[in-house]
């Protein structure tokens, strides 16, 4: 089954192939960081205006990658949420459009999922069950992930997330958007002076809250007789030092509290290599496989949304075909069905919490 798979959530346009039987085929990106970067974040309606120039050719062009054309794919897949409304809107009347004139079903992947099993794209994928940290945009959350759609919350963000926190830190630094890779970069130029909490490093529960973290930035760029460009990157080593270590450490005790022996780490702040390195480090200590998806798949990626919707979409297969009798509700179902070819209604959800999602 060739599943094609089409990403638009926000600042980037995602187009991949993905084959069950041969894996990728291809897939292309494009990001709006340099038309954002002059406003200091996402302009939501120059993101959705981006998305409708950018989709289609990028469709061609995997198509040409793969040496394939329409008529060879057998679905589609696209991000229905969460994300901006207007963009995931491009993105949904582009897929559902294209899969009408193709008479091909097609299926809304919730992003988050497609994060969350980036690393399956990988030569050794883990193995489920699996605690997933899930760090990407206003997401900072570890989950318990037995399956396709099998995901236990357990632990959330209850205020900033780790990359919104990346992201305000770079503001109050000076420094250009996008934020996190900013701000690792002057870190890495770093030591350690200061010193800055670590919010709810030592609470019983698994949550995350990065809110207090860059407040006490604040207040430490405040008191800085100079400014100057040690201070900058003494201020950034200890912001990432702070924030990579409250993940290591909820990380390890939501394996703790499992018993899994499998932490699967996605999402942008994932590419973080002081994060990879301190992982890593403390996962070898402890016989710990921690697995990661390639760096150009940690940002928003259609390969993603591709893969995601292909594990569902093979697994409604293997139902039918096993003549299941619940196989036909659950493609009525909104949040995890199949659209029959003649049902290319759709609708988007700028907020959907993965939990809601079920198994396939």
Known sequence: MRVLGIESSCDETGVALYDT??????????????????????????????????????????????????????A?????????????????SIAQSLAMALNIPS?????????????????????FPFVALLV?????QLMRVDGIGQYQLLGDTLDDAAGEAFDKTAKLLGLGYPGGPAVARLADLGKPRFQLPRPLLNSPDLNFSFSGLKTAVLTLVKSQPTLDENALQDIAWEFQESVTEILVHKCLKALKQTGLKRLV??????????????????????????SYPRLEFCTDNGAMIAFAGAMRLLAASEQTAHGQQHASARQDHEVSSVATPRDYSFSIRPRWDLAELQAP
Request: proline letters at 5%; hydrophobic letters at 40%; charged letters at 15%.
């Open 136 to 140: 990407s945009g206003g997401h900072s």
């Open 265 to 290: 780490v996605s999402g942008g702040v994932g590419a973080n290599q002081r994060l990879r390195c301190r992982l890593n480090a403390a996962a070898g200590k402890r016989g710990i496989q921690v």
């Open 76 to 92: 589609i897949a696209y991000t229905q949420g969460p994300g901006l409304a207007g963009a995931l809107l491009v993105g949904t």
């Open 21 to 74: 039987t041969h894996g990728l085929l291809a897939h292309a990106l494009h990001s709006q960081i340099d038309m954002h970067a002059a406003y200091g974040g996402v302009v939501p309606e120059l993101a959705s205006r981006d998305h409708i120039r950018r989709a289609l050719p990028l469709t061609q062009q995997v198509l040409d990658q793969a040496n394939l054309s329409l008529k060879d794919i057998d």
């Open 107 to 127: 299926l809304g992947v919730h992003h988050l999922e497609g994060h969350l099993l980036a690393p399956l794209l990988e030569e050794h994928p883990p193995a």
